[in-house]
């Protein structure tokens, strides 16, 4: 069975802070996302990769950044943070094209980070 | 501007009864779709697609019906049971590889006993 691990259930940050989200999955994935998920908002993606050391921008990366330096591991960086970016963030992983039925995302189960 | 959209926020449905979820899309280039559910405190968990070129698949309890020319797709489940009530999000992707899925607002499934 696919586990994707997210580092932190919870997390408090003060505004203008530094902070990494780490993701870590175990099935060899090429594919790992970066998702937040916000009350009438549904999942908006940030950032994507899809090999170790690239990256892809998604719908909504201003103010983050990501690091894959090995395949198991996917990092989200918020540079400066701000408490608008209070959210859910949930980390995915698949293998191949999402296209295909037999590679949906497979996600951890969230970290809750609140700037204050 | 939301691609993928759930319009209703809430459903509640006698146990043994049918729940139905429906989503719209705007994005025609749209042909695979996907319905996730996800509990309190734990990410979504892949429950069943369809590409464009089906109009239903079934995985049990769980029927996804596509109607391409009105842009929605629905998600049935029958018998409905308490271990339903979840979040369910509908998501959609285009086929030119691009790898994001656009996920709709979610609905909230109560099963009532």
């Known amino acids: 069975d696919v586990k994707v691990t997210q580092s932190s259930r919870y997390l408090v940050k003060r505004t203008g802070e530094k902070v990494f989200l780490e993701c870590v999955q175990d099935m060899d994935h090429e594919n790992m996302f970066w998702y937040r998920q916000d009350p009438g908002l549904g999942l908006r993606l940030i950032y994507f990769s899809y090999d170790v050391k690239m990256k892809e921008k998604g719908d909504i990366p201003e103010g983050y950044s990501v690091s894959r330096e090995k395949k198991e591991r996917f990092s989200l960086i918020l540079e400066s943070a701000s408490t608008n970016q209070t959210s859910m963030y949930l980390c995915?992983?698949?293998?191949?094209?999402?296209?295909?039925?037999?590679?949906?995302?497979?996600f951890g189960n969230g970290t809750r980070l609140t700037v204050t | 501007d939301q691609q993928v959209k759930q319009n209703s926020p809430s459903l509640s449905v006698q146990e043994g009864r049918i729940s139905i979820l429906n989503c719209d899309y705007t994005n025609s280039m749209f042909d695979y779709f996907l319905w996730y559910k996800k509990y309190p405190a734990e990410g979504p968990t892949f429950l069943i697609s369809i590409s464009s070129i089906k109009d239903k698949n079934e995985d049990g309890r769980f029927t996804v019906f596509l109607n391409k020319s009105a842009k929605h797709l629905s998600l049935h489940i029958v018998p409905s049971q308490p271990g339903d009530s979840a979040v369910y999000f509908c998501a959609a992707s285009e086929k030119s590889g691009a790898n994001n899925l656009f996920f709709g607002t979610g609905t909230r499934l109560t099963v009532i006993p």
């Open positions: 995915a992983s698949s293998s191949g094209a999402i296209l295909a039925e037999n590679s949906p995302l497979h």
